[in-house]
């Protein structure tokens, strides 16, 4: 490093020399522009390009302009004139996105064959669209799905996305060859080892890894299978989690990936946590508070999580608000062999589900803790089902739920082919009586999934991986209820002009043989459902139902593989404007109808076009037969004269004999 003896300081620059020319490359990689402090940065060099300068031209020659190119909007699929939203199927080696809506409007957006090496996924919020492959993730975009970005992690087998989309999270053991690349686009020899890599969406640069999480008791050699995910987003993108089981729980800021506080929030024994989501009220800035006047205060980041009984402590299940680190509210549990953590997608509600043991370690029961998290001190409400709670489902945007329920005795044996009968429950909160009180049970079932509608009110009740059971089964929870209960969920059953779970009606009961995976499509207009050769090796294909439950379309597609709807994005329609277009729905729905009628008339004519051109060329084909026939007959005519011999009669007069008779 040369130094300014007289100044005392250095000349700014130093020479580093390395072992190996990779040592050196990988230096100036990661050092090049690095901070130095506030208002410096590294800039590092090779000799060779010190050499390049010295015998640059001192002429300046200015660069040519790069030409601009306009690049396609990632959103464009929005902008739909029909609105439809759009679906990917993958079968064999070919991956194929549709357009979905009516019969004359579903059409293919795009078709390749080998775009993926082991399975597609799309993005929260339907912008990007992954494929995966030996070497690592693409990202495409874009009306024709142009590449956006890829990252390099071998071999990976699971991908994830923070839900605003700015972060991928890869997983896969890392191992770095000899010779690899480096960059800040690439795993290093620093990453060696790890299993969680997180990617810059946007860059394309590596943020940071994590080592890999392993449930409580097991590790490296005797787990199967990882926790997943391996971090879990806050749900207003400030803050990642993840989880050292048993120990802490680490939460680190965004987007500067740094340990918040730098220390960890220390929980003896803890097995599971997830971040609160944020509701429409969280969303709303021209909210009130619970007075009525200012605008409401910001609600702080919440964490969940529970822990199991370690020697004369009770199991707890508990409520931390972040970044403060406050206690919010804890629950003692006892006898308890695992818990489920369940919460509302507005935020409003959370349940565990705490499945408990006897003195002798079987399993004896199954309670529901509710909390009220709007609530003042948040109240805890306990529901008791008599039998064992196998699946438990909010409904989106509603004060419901389902629990699916069994006491068969060949529950948990293991035992393959044994169907397994259930019984589904559906609860409301009755704000007359301030409880969750139960709406309905329905009986001798093989029910063993939930699957809500996204804006709620319709579910799909299904029967899955059995090979002589695939019921699915279509259910209206608000189809007797009238106008006024549904402006006033609150108001006393007498004035609300129905019986308690009236308005609850199966609207029908269809079957999908094989049934592999249910998904609802964004609008909650339309169910999918698809048998996937992963999983069942028959009738693979997949099937579109309305949300009534009436068939759209089926497809059975030889070695299919699956099936996914895109999502979209929340909208961007104020509370105001939103209630505009429900109170004008039907001068929409107007339009919408001339719309239809246009469009079937379209196709009528197209039909009547074309029936009109099959009559004209039958007509055409008659006419020229006709021409021809006499023709034809005329050279069979003469070819029979032609063919004609003369044949030549002799009569013989041999006897004749006279007999009068008297």
């Known amino acids: ?25 990988r230096a100036r990689h990661t050092m090049d522009k690095h901070p130095f402090d506030a208002k410096h940065r590294f800039s590092v060099n090779t000799l060779t390009e010190i050499d390049s300068y010295i015998d640059m031209d001192e002429k300046f020659v200015e660069p040519e302009p790069e030409e601009f190119k306009t690049k396609e909007h990632l959103r464009a699929w929005l902008a739909d004139p029909q609105g439809r939203d759009q679906y990917v199927t993958y ?10 809506g009516k019969p004359a409007q579903t059409e293919i957006a795009e078709e390749r064959q080998n775009w993926t090496d082991l399975y597609v996924q799309w993005s929260p919020q339907g912008t990007l669209f992954a494929t995966m492959h030996r070497q ?31 972060y991928l999270v890869t997983f896969e053991r890392i191992s770095i060859p000899e010779n690899a690349p480096q960059g800040p686009q690439y795993l290093g020899k620093e990453n060696e080892g790890d299993y969680v890599a997180v ?16 449930p409580v008791g097991e590790d490296e050699a005797t787990s199967k299978n990882p926790m997943w995910p391996p971090l879990k987003w806050s749900h207003d993108g400030k803050y ?3 989880i050292t089981p048993g120990q802490q729980i680490s939460v680190y800021s965004l987007p500067d990936f740094g340990l918040v506080d730098k220390k960890s929030i220390k929980i003896e024994g803890v097995v599971d946590f997830e971040w609160c989501p944020l509701g429409d009220k969280d969303y709303d800035e021209d909210a009130k508070d619970a007075k009525g006047k200012g605008p409401k205060k910001a609600r702080e980041s919440m964490l969940a999580y529970w822990t199991p009984e370690i020697g004369n402590q009770p199991a707890r299940a508990s409520l931390m608000s972040f970044p403060s680190r406050v206690q919010l509210r804890s629950k003692n549990l006892f006898n308890v062999s695992d818990c489920k953590i369940f919460f509302h997608n507005q935020g409003d509600f959370l349940c565990v589900k705490v499945d408990r043991h006897t003195k002798t370690k079987k399993p004896a029961s199954c309670n529901l803790e509710v909390f009220r998290l709007r609530e003042k001190d948040i109240p805890v409400e306990v529901l008791e089902p008599k039998d064992t709670v196998i699946d438990f489902a909010w409904e989106p945007k509603g004060e419901r739920f389902v629990i699916i329920s069994t006491n068969d005795p060949n529950y948990g044996t293991g035992v393959v082919g044994v169907q397994i009968k259930t019984d589904v429950s559906f609860y409301q909160l009755d704000r007359a009586r301030n409880d969750f009180r139960l709406l309905k049970t329905l009986g001798a079932r093989t029910t063993n999934v939930i699957k809500w509608s996204p804006k709620g009110r319709h579910v799909v009740l299904a029967s899955m991986g059995s090979g002589s059971k695939s019921d699915l089964e279509f259910w209206d929870v608000d189809f007797n209820v009238d106008d006024f209960s549904r402006k006033d969920p609150a108001a006393p059953v007498a004035e609300r002009k129905e019986e308690w779970g009236a308005g609850m009606q199966m609207m029908t009961s269809v079957d999908h043989y094989g049934v592999t995976d249910v998904e609802w499509d964004p609008s909650g207009r339309y169910v999918a459902t ?4 992963w999983r069942h090796s028959v009738e693979n294909g997949y099937a579109i139902w309305d949300f009534r439950g009436q068939e759209q379309q089926r497809h059975l597609v030889d070695r299919f593989k699956q099936f996914a709807w895109r999502p979209r994005p929340r909208t961007l329609l104020t509370k105001e404007q939103q209630k505009t277009i429900r109170k004008n729905l039907k001068e929409y729905s107007r339009q919408f109808e001339e719309e239809d009628a246009a469009q079937e008339s379209n196709v009528s004519a197209e039909l009547i076009q074309a029936r009109k051109r099959a009559i ?9 037969v006709k021409s021809e026939t006499p023709a034809k007959k005329k050279t069979a005519k003469k070819l029979e004269e032609e063919k004609e011999e003369a044949v030549e009669l002799i009569d013989e007069l041999i006897d004749e004999t006279v007999e009068i008779l008297d």
């Not at 004209?616 to 020229?624: G, K, S, T, Y």
Request: avoid cysteine; charged fraction near 30%.
């Open 91 to 100: 079968r064999a080696d070919d991956v194929t996105v549709y357009w979905h």
């Open 136 to 166: 690592g993730v693409k990202l495409w975009g874009g009306p024709s799905f142009q590449l956006i970005q890829r990252f390099a992690h071998p071999l990976i087998k699971r991908v994830d996305f923070s839900p605003d989309e700015r």
């Open 199 to 214: 990617w810059d969406v946007k860059t394309g640069h590596l943020k940071r890894t994590f080592p890999r999480s392993f």
């Open 240 to 242: 990642v989690a993840r």
């Open 530 to 533: 698809s048998v996937s050769v």
């Open 616 to 624: 004209n060329e039958w007509n055409a084909w008659r006419a020229r």
């Open 1 to 25: 490093m040369p130094w300014n003896d007289k100044a005392g300081k250095s000349k700014g620059f130093a020479f580093i020399e390395f072992n190996t020319a990779e040592e050196a490359d």
